[in-house]
């Protein structure tokens, strides 16, 4: 089984000063971790490659700098899940629709996607924790790491992966 841990929206270090001691030790016990965006700096990215050990996927968010050169979608095979990640930048309305879709876009090459346990999308952006199905879609939003504003908490998910299974646990502070 592997465990991932999911986050988001850090913020760093516009909104906070670090990531919380919870949230850098569920990263260290993760086997991998996913970053949907928003680390907000350079040295925020470094720092989270390194309690990764480089087993990291991350792409941009609208807050980060072009100069990190993350791409705006990618997709990740873990424990035969293909994890489509995405920030979900954009308005309110039709955040879920928008990242749904783009989670089939870029998950055409699955055999079958019909299968829901098998492509699960990850997106960030509105610092609300989120696990539900939209449009056919198992959707994952970590909420903000750091409890960025609007989060009235930090908060992030770890993921059970196993044979094509996801089961998903929300942490927060």
Request: no cysteine.
């Amino acid at each position: 089984m592997l465990r991932v841990a999911i986050i988001s929206d850090t913020h760093i270090p516009t909104r906070a000063n670090r990531l919380p001691d919870w949230v850098r030790t569920r990263i260290q016990r993760a086997d991998y971790t996913i970053h949907a965006g928003d680390f907000d700096s350079a040295d925020a990215l470094v720092s989270i490659t390194e309690l990764t050990d480089g087993n990291l996927t991350a792409v941009a968010g609208n807050t980060d700098p072009r100069s990190l050169r993350l791409p705006e979608v990618a997709t990740r095979e873990l424990g035969g899940v293909t994890f489509v990640v995405t920030h979900g930048s954009g308005p309110k309305r039709g955040y879920r629709s928008r990242v749904a879709e783009i989670v089939r876009e870029d998950s055409d090459e699955v055999a079958d996607f019909s299968a829901a346990s098998s492509v699960v999308g990850v997106s960030g952006h509105t610092h609300r924790v989120m696990d539900e199905e939209v449009d056919g879609v198992r959707l994952l939003n970590p909420g903000s790491a750091t409890g960025a504003a609007p989060a009235r908490n930090a908060t992030m998910l770890v993921a059970s992966v196993e044979e094509g299974a996801v089961s998903v646990q929300i942490h927060e502070n």
